[in-house]
């Protein structure tokens, strides 16, 4: 389902709960946010000096890349994948 056409490595859960979040996002929106979170989410791993990507990466990149318009729905999505975003909520 994933295509992870990147250097980095993935923690199995961050993978999974990246999984699971493309799923719940309406269709019209998944590519791009597959696009803009996986970029982000490898930028921040490389910011930490790793070669994996954990669930903070994973996490601060959709809160920093989902558009403001769609907050209520991707905070909704987290909760119910186990992403804890509180501690990056603006």
Request: glycine content about 4%; proline content about 3%.
């Amino acid at each position: 389902m994933l295509n992870t056409q990147t250097e980095l490595q993935w923690e199995p859960t961050a993978l999974e709960k990246y999984n699971k979040m493309l799923t719940r996002i309406p269709v019209f929106h998944r590519d791009i946010a597959r696009q803009v979170v996986l970029k982000k989410a490898g930028i921040n791993a490389k910011a930490r000096g790793s070669a994996h990507i954990n669930e903070s990466d994973l996490t601060q990149a959709f809160v920093s890349e989902v558009p403001k318009a769609f907050y209520s729905l991707m905070v909704r999505i987290m909760d119910e994948v186990g992403l804890d975003y509180k501690k990056y909520h603006s």
